[in-house]
């Protein structure tokens, strides 16, 4: 409903000047007024040369000349703004506890309780558990269960999409491969903020845009991560995946590195160089496994930083890959003995290195002799 707006009254005028304005009722200021005009009390009489009739019937008034302060009319009142509430996450209810029996259509239970049916589902694979999440809503649920999903396997998906997702979530795997897919960063990062009991982890063939989600989700249980064959990673991409992370929490002294935790690493075909190795070797002392494998820089300097007296990685190799890594040569054989905990030692496909030079190691070895099934891969039974 529209609201009439009334005349405010001058009241310091004189007798003369409210005729004039009752003489000029329905009349107002033009929009284009100066602000003296408003700070003046005084108006112009009629036909004076202080102001000039338009043709819409306004008046406008020139600037220097006088008149009443007239209140313009205005246009509804806008609605009062609602208070602004507190902003609080709003979380899901938590799920219902899964029924321990299995209702029948006649009204009594199967005689079989949830945890013998969790057996016999634990033989089952993947395809095997969905067509049984369709018998019925019971069994729906207890096939959500994460012990009969240890390892998902999504590889070599061109998209990945939200129903997809939220069935990883829901199922809480171990282990997740997505290696080869099209998975974009929101997806990895969404993923990985939701699966806290991660432990093995495949993003080898994907790019590296997406990979970046990792140096912004916490991986506290991650143990394997495999990085093989990602394009266009260089030493400063490395070199933000194994700093410890810049934001860390008020009163938190203890800075430490993403990978901390990881015991195997995969990197084979990126480009590193030593730079990245000595990273790697301070943000990452438990590896116990290293798969460098086809890296183009990978020589014998990087298997002395390996080696060396004051590298963490001499104590707890156990799995050393470096096939494919054509600048080895023979003189960085004997640094393999400095590891006495090293099981195997793929040297294959190295073309500097002699197959009678990789013969004496194995037959010398840190400390114990090797094996060698195939020619400079070097095998110690545990």
């Not at 395809?127 to 009969?148: G, H, N, P, Q």
Request: with cysteine.
């Amino acid at each position: 409903m529209c609201q009439l707006l009334e005349r405010v009254p001058d009241t310091s005028s004189s007798s003369s000047d409210s005729d004039s304005d009752s003489d000029s009722s329905g009349t107002s200021l033009s929009e284009d007024e100066a602000p003296g005009e408003a700070r003046n009390g005084r108006r112009p009489a009629r036909g004076s040369s202080g102001e000039k009739e338009n043709r819409g019937g306004r008046r406008a008034v020139r600037p220097g000349s006088g008149g009443p302060l007239l209140s313009w009319p205005l246009g509804p009142a806008p609605p009062p703004r609602p208070p602004q509430l507190e902003r609080h996450v709003v979380r899901p209810p938590p799920r219902s506890p899964e029924p321990d029996t299995l209702p029948l259509a006649a009204g009594s239970d199967h005689p079989l309780p949830r945890a013998a049916w969790l057996r016999v589902f634990q033989h089952l694979g993947p395809r095997e558990l969905c067509i049984c999440m369709r018998v019925c809503r019971t069994w729906s649920r207890w096939c959500y269960d994460k012990r009969l999903w240890p390892r998902m396997d999504l590889s070599r998906r061109k998209s990945l999409t939200p129903p997809m997702l939220s069935g990883v979530v829901r199922r809480q795997p171990r282990a997740l491969d997505l290696s080869w897919t099209g998975v974009s960063k929101k997806q990895l990062m969404w993923l990985l903020n939701r699966l806290q009991g991660l432990q093995e982890l495949v993003l080898s063939g994907c790019s590296w845009l997406s990979v970046s989600a990792l140096g912004s989700a916490p991986l506290p249980a991650l143990r394997l991560l495999d990085l093989r064959w990602i394009e266009d990673v260089k030493d400063s991409q490395l070199r933000e995946l194994l700093l410890p992370p810049p934001d860390t929490k008020p009163g938190q002294t203890e800075s430490r590195g993403r990978l901390q935790g990881v015991a195997e690493l995969r990197l084979a075909g990126l480009e590193l160089t030593d730079a990245s190795l000595r990273l790697l070797l301070r943000h990452a002392p438990q590896l116990s496994a290293l798969d460098l494998s086809h890296c183009a820089h990978v020589g014998d300097p990087s298997v002395h930083l390996l080696t060396a007296p004051t590298s963490p990685l001499r104590e707890t190799l156990v799995h050393l890959n470096l096939a494919g890594c054509h600048r080895l040569t023979d003189h960085c054989l004997p640094l393999f003995r400095r590891c006495p905990r090293l099981r195997r030692l793929d040297l294959r496909s190295c073309r500097q290195l002699s197959p009678e030079a990789c013969a004496r190691l194995a037959a010398a070895g840190p400390p114990g002799p090797f094996r060698c099934p195939e020619e400079k891969l070097l095998l110690k039974d545990s």
